[in-house]
């Protein structure tokens, strides 16, 4: 019998393609368009705060008299002081000595492992750093509605990935529940999710919540607690001065269909706050909702070109078109109205590696191995929380 690929497959060598073959989104629509926005990015961020007035209230003594009658009060604007404290983000990698001496001389590797990992970093920390755009600060990342023995049910997978360490805590965000388990499993059609280590069904209940381990209340305050009719934000309490608060219209969580006459009317409403909607940000779900509202009233749906390279479909008003964005790490069943020129990125620098003792790599110790951090100062920054809006308990097409 003559030699076959199966007799000789230990002495072949394996060929590589070049080129690593993505099977991951990489995404990061809403924090590009929030760094190419009028605003932008702010590196003026020295100290551990950033702080800007807003203008609250009119001047109130303003009055129509009659003759002899005594005149108005002199009254005075108002204002309040917002106070943005920065966040400190770091993202790490790990290589072994032997794969820092050998990836790069082994020409049919398929990609340099060092390269590799170090763009890849990058890149998630990126895309991470899209999803905590729409977050609250809490660092949610999965709401638990169901309890089994080393698995948990989830509302939504879209967040997880596996080998990621979490934490579980109550809805609160103050009570542990299980500390650094590591997800080993994850089926997105049920909403399963295994993970190693002590079981914590004693503790765990529905309404609990999933964080990315040690993260808890440390992440970027976005769009969930930004666009918001409730909640103190930057030290300023809309109880206080009411005008502190987004426009929010929703359904008490029991979906309804997207109609124009719910978008116009949100519209309206941060119009008549004097603010603008530049954009609004939505997931692929009530995308496909808004088009079969297009297609439905015969309207046209042809795509156009925004700024930032990105193409989509348009909302109509008497003020022009406004972009509807799509984002695919945006919650589901939600439009965000979003002022954009109203937002700005606070950051002491861009991403930067933690190299202040000359090198980025260093030792292990006890290993020959080596990690390099990078991190980031940040903060997401909002000056007028009522030129912003939400659209909540949309039915997803």
């Known amino acids: 019998m003559g030699a076959t690929l199966s007799t000789v497959s230990a002495i072949?060598?394996?060929v590589y393609e070049p080129k690593i073959r993505k099977q991951l989104d990489d995404s990061t629509v809403a924090l590009k368009r929030i760094?190419?926005?009028t605003e932008g990015v702010e590196s003026q961020v020295g100290g551990r705060y950033v702080t800007f007035p807003i203008k609250t209230r009119r001047?109130?003594?303003i009055g129509a008299r009659n003759e002899l009658e005594a005149l108005p009060v002199p009254g005075q604007q108002g204002y309040a002081a917002a106070r943005v404290g920065l966040k400190y983000l770091y993202g790490g990698v790990q290589l072994s000595g032997q794969t820092?001496?050998?990836?790069?001389?082994n020409y049919q590797a398929f990609a340099s492992a060092l390269d590799s990992e170090v763009d890849g970093l990058k890149t998630d920390l990126a895309k991470d750093q899209n999803r905590q755009v729409y977050g609250n600060g809490v660092g949610t990342i999965a709401t638990i509605t169901a309890d089994a023995a080393n698995s948990i049910t989830v509302a939504d997978t879209m967040y997880l990935q596996l080998g990621e360490m979490i934490d579980i805590y109550d809805a609160t965000g103050v009570t542990l529940r299980v500390s650094n388990r590591s997800i080993t499993a994850i089926n997105t059609s049920t909403g399963v999710v295994t993970y190693d280590g002590a079981d914590g069904s004693a503790s765990i209940v529905a309404t609990d919540i999933v964080v990315r381990t040690g993260s808890i209340n440390r992440e970027w305050t976005g769009f969930g607690k930004i666009i918001s009719n409730t909640g103190t934000l930057y030290n300023i309490?809309?109880?206080?001065?009411?005008?502190?608060k987004s426009v929010v219209d929703s359904s008490a969580g029991v979906n309804r269909a997207l109609s124009e006459g719910l978008m116009i009317s949100l519209v309206d409403s941060i119009r008549a706050n004097g603010g603008t909607t530049t954009a609004m940000f939505s997931n692929l779900g009530v995308r496909r909702a808004y088009w079969q509202l297009l297609v439905q009233q015969r309207q046209f749906t042809n795509t156009k070109e925004f700024a930032g390279g990105f193409s989509g479909l348009t909302f109509t008003t008497d003020q022009g078109e406004i972009p509807?964005?799509?984002?695919?790490?945006?919650?589901?069943?939600?439009?965000?109205?979003?002022?954009e020129k109203e937002l700005t990125l606070y950051r002491e620098a861009d991403w930067s590696w933690m190299d202040r003792d000359g090198s980025m790599w260093n030792r292990v110790?006890?290993?020959d191995a080596y990690n390099a951090r990078l991190y980031q100062y940040s903060e997401l920054g909002c000056h007028?929380?009522?030129?912003?809006g939400l659209l909540a308990d949309i039915t997803e097409g």
Do not use: C, H, M
């Open 12 to 14: 072949l060598k394996e």
């Open 35 to 37: 760094e190419k926005s």
């Open 59 to 61: 001047n109130a003594g």
């Open 100 to 105: 820092i001496e050998l990836a790069d001389k």
């Open 237 to 244: 309490d809309p109880t206080v001065e009411p005008v502190w």
């Open 324 to 339: 509807f964005v799509v984002d695919v790490d945006a919650p589901k069943n939600r439009v965000y109205f979003v002022n």
């Open 365 to 367: 110790e006890g290993f």
């Open 384 to 388: 007028r929380r009522n030129s912003q």
